[in-house]
């Protein structure tokens, strides 16, 4: 492009909208352009906007981002869903660039990409390798335990505990941790099961920490009733190999002790601030049993991070840009 690409958040007031505005507002390379605050509900005007730019970011509710793209007239602006409302929307691509082989180039050829979620983000960066090169059969079943910062839960929950932390300084949490989901079905359970490859979706547990940002996505894998289960270190190479040439993605060594607090403990906020997802293969092959976990910031290759690798995909520039 000869001049600077325009970029308009759609919904910038947001928790996400709001990440991904602070990573792009520092950038000399586009020009980021706003809708004014009266006019942020009317829609002559925000599809005159939406169809005058090259790139629109919608960090809106699912039916809000809907409407947006009903407005899209020019068949040239690029769409960048980082709502859920077209993970696995038919004429959509999904904005996993690490999910497969030729994912980039779908991005980069794309007018419509969805920004992934940040559950589905860890729990396919885990399990995607092991049924793409056969070492689990689609038919396993897989179960998937997740917990987040508080501030996956938007605005409202943010507030919940930042009210709480200031009325309560250095009282224990009134709220430590909570299982939530518990009648199954959450939003994100088909977009774990349409892009890994599974035959069935996974039983899926999410929960919320006391802690702003942060995420660890577990698999436990018990291997034992497998004819031929493949070892730990197996799974762990063949990990390793799909991520080989990966940015963004870092497989930790096998076993490895080093990035564990105290030699024990997984902290989930250790990637806070980056746009890295970090998988983990614990093993016992006498038992046959496997674990599998992804550590990422929700709010970075979860959210905004992603958004902007995205983005700079579809532009044609350097991955890497505003991620440092």
Known sequence: MTTKPKIFIDGE?????LQIYSRLNQRDDIELVSIEASKHRDATERAKLINAVDVVILCLPDDAAREAVSLVSNTRVKILDASSAHRTAKNWVYGFPELNP??????????FVSNPGCYPTGF????????????????????????????????????????????????????????YGLQFGHKHVKEMHHYSGLASPPLFVPAVGDFEQGMLVQVPLPLGNLDNPPSGEVIHQAIADYYQSEKFVQVAPFQDSTLLRDGTFLDATALNGTNIVQVFVFANDTTKEVLLVARLDNLGKGASGAAVQNLNIMLGFPEELGLS
């Open 13 to 17: 007031s947001g928790t996400t909208g």
């Open 102 to 111: 030729g994912q980039r180039e779908k991005i980069t050829s794309a007018q």
């Open 124 to 179: 396919l960066a885990c399990i995607r390798p092991l049924i793409a090169k056969g070492l689990l059969n689609s038919n396993f079943p897989v179960t998937v335990n997740a917990v987040s910062g508080y501030s996956g839960g938007g605005k409202n929950l943010i507030k919940q505990y930042h009210s709480f932390h200031e009325q309560q300084a250095g009282a224990e949490s009134l709220y430590p941790y909570g299982i």
